[in-house]
């Protein structure tokens, strides 16, 4: 099996995110830890531009990337003191979560080698316009998505208003 372009961006891709992910939970500095995350972020953008997701790679990086990332930042920075950093790790924390990894993956593999899944058919892609997913995401029908954007909305402005209140007291 030859390699494709679109292979190798993929696996430069998927490279790129777990090294991001292992330098998010392993640095001490609470603010680099956040731009991690959010080169994490972009990266998975990246693969769903790859596989054809346009709509989904443009959510990801204006709500993830664009929005709750800076919302973290923010809330890092109104809230915490100069040079803030994250607490040594002992070595027994260190053991407990590499024996709780390792069987978290050996559980896994055990389940993924032992049964056999479903082989989905191939299906051509169904063509739907921007216009019939915008009523399908905010239709107050039974599958409409109305209340959940309303209740994040009035969660978003109630966290924009405490980091108002937060700053203003310093």
């Known amino acids: 099996m030859g390699s494709t372009l ?17 330098m998010t939970v392993t640095t001490q ?7 991690y995350l ?8 990246g693969i769903y531009f790859l596989l054809g997701y346009t709509f989904l790679g443009s959510v990801q990086i204006m709500v993830y990337a664009g929005g709750i990332v800076v ?3 923010f809330s890092i ?20 979560g590499l024996f709780t990894m390792l069987a978290g993956l050996i559980t896994i593999l055990a389940i993924t080698l032992k049964h056999e ?22 239709s107050s029908d039974k599958y409409g998505y109305v209340l959940p954007f309303e209740a994040v909305s009035i969660l978003l402005l109630a966290c924009i208003i ?9």
């Open 29 to 35: 500095r609470i603010v680099r830890s956040a731009t």
């Open 162 to 170: 405490g980091g108002i209140m937060i700053a203003r007291k310093r």
């Open 117 to 138: 899944f479903l082989q989905t058919p191939n299906l051509a892609p169904v063509e739907k316009n921007i216009h019939t997913i915008g009523h399908a995401l905010l």
């Open 71 to 73: 919302l973290y930042v």
């Open 77 to 96: 920075l109104l809230t915490s003191g100069e040079g803030d950093r994250a607490e040594k790790l002992k070595w027994n924390k260190f053991l407990a």
């Open 6 to 22: 679109e292979m190798v961006v993929f696996y430069f891709l998927a490279a790129f995110i777990v090294a991001m992910s292992v």
């Open 38 to 45: 959010l080169f994490v972020l972009f990266g998975t953008a």
